[in-house]
């Protein structure tokens, strides 16, 4: 087994701290940006009459300037002040969702969503990962990743019924606005208090590296020159594309679909939420996977567990 260290000198090692702002992250702002959007179409597109397709392509409009904007904040997030940076989209993301909730038309919500296309990427994957690389070597680094998106998971079955409840209660602009009161008010001051980019800056040091990682100050991997012209790098590109638009595609519809089928508006997203709740043990699961037989092992578990999964389904 894998020696997880969770003390260093005496002290509590910092870097779980970051896995712990990881797992609210990925159960606040994911699940917020990704998760409980089935539970607003129903409501929005009664109100504003228009189909299902015409409400959802604000998911496509964030995703694509998530994309863009990927490009360019990466690297200013791995060499620059990771802390500043989340701080101010978490700030951006409770204009977005504020912003939704004071939209009359769908055009409102297409400019509202573009906008947070950048929150999207700056406070989910992106810098959890960026920050737990540098906090954990490869010997736990899975581990430490699977515990904190298994938030999604958590996050899922906690915040979909919540939100359904405020919804059928209150309306769908409520919603939207205790979306944004949670960016503001709970994880702008998480991020404030807790992120740290590098164990250096507490004095600390990266645990769980493995011998190549300890042997070497050079960076592994490719340059992006080499890699474009690799098909690994196509190959992996097109799986992660396949496997994003299936499950945007359940996440997005899911509630729906089970009102569709009879269910009652709290059934449904209750079912929902255990849908998204069960992934609290698949992704600790693959998190150990990985670390103990590799990433390429992991992620055929993964796919197929995945592929498997949309064949009962149908």
Known sequence: MRKITFKQDGKIYYGWWQVLVGFLLMSFAYVGFISVTSVFVLPVTAEFACERSEFMLYSTILCLVSVVAAAFMGKR?????????????????????FGFSRSNSL?????????LGIPFTCLTTMPISILLNNWFGGKIKGTAMGLAFLGSGVGGMVLTPALNYVNTTFGWRVGYLTLAA?????????????????????????????ASESN?????GM????????????????????????????????????????????????????????LTLGKPLVGMVCDK???????????????????LYS
């Open 216 to 220: 070497t100050t050079e960076a592994k």
């Open 107 to 115: 055009w409102q919500i297409y400019v509202f969503a573009a906008i």
């Open 182 to 210: 949670i960016f503001v008010f709970f994880l702008a001051p998480i991020i404030l208090l807790l992120v740290v980019k590098t164990p250096a800056e507490k004095g600390q040091t990266r645990v769980g590296e493995t």
């Open 77 to 97: 997030m791995a060499k620059g002040n990771i802390k500043l940076i989340m701080l101010v989209n978490a700030l951006i993301a409770g204009v977005g969702y």
């Open 293 to 311: 037989f590799g990433v390429q092992k992991g992620s055929i578990l993964s796919f197929s567990t995945f592929s498997l999964c949309f064949f």
């Open 223 to 278: 340059y992006i020159n080499d890699a474009k012209k690799s098909p690994m790098l196509w190959l992996t590109s097109l799986a992660i594309f396949i496997a994003v638009v299936g499950s945007s595609g359940i996440l997005a519809n899911s509630v729906a679909f089970f009102v569709e089928c009879n269910f009652s508006a709290t059934t449904a997203a209750s079912v929902a939420g255990l849908m998204l709740g069960s």
